[in-house]
């Protein structure tokens, strides 16, 4: 069983920069490949961005391509995602996820066997 807790959510204007972190526990980290996703109020969760297990890879929607960086240390059992550039659009919760079925990550939520709380990112205009 592993355990997700996401931090670094809150509330920035248009144009500024958050970093969340996701710290795992309960399992070996190196062994999941690592998502990020969000949902707004009234839409369905989307994916935002995927890392391979030991990192080397990296996916991203397009909606944030260029904008967002994920990156993981797994000597510190966490995940990283640097949001730059952030628009009101990129206004949700957004969750941590893990993944034993594919090694590359996956866009799928439903390739995910694990999920943080989330943690609520908010951009003003």
């Known amino acids: 069983q592993v355990h997700l807790v996401e931090s670094g959510g809150g509330l920035v204007q248009a144009g500024g920069s958050l970093r969340l972190s996701c710290a795992a526990s309960?399992?070996?980290?190196?062994?999941?490949?690592m998502g990020w996703f969000r949902q707004a109020p009234g839409k369905e969760r989307e994916f935002v961005a995927a890392?391979?297990?030991?990192?080397?890879?990296?996916y991203y929607a397009d909606s944030v391509k260029g904008r967002f960086t994920m990156s993981r240390d797994n000597a510190k059992n966490t995940v990283y995602l640097q949001m730059n550039s952030l628009k009101p659009e990129d206004t949700a919760v957004h969750y941590c996820?893990?993944?034993?079925?594919?090694?590359?990550?996956?866009?799928?939520?439903?390739?995910?066997?694990?999920w943080g709380q989330g943690t609520q990112v908010t951009v003003s205009s």
């Open positions: 309960g399992g070996t980290f190196s062994r999941y490949a």
């Open positions: 890392i391979s297990r030991r990192g080397v890879s990296t």
């Open positions: 996820s893990a993944g034993s079925r594919y090694g590359t990550g996956s866009s799928h939520d439903g390739d995910y066997d694990y």
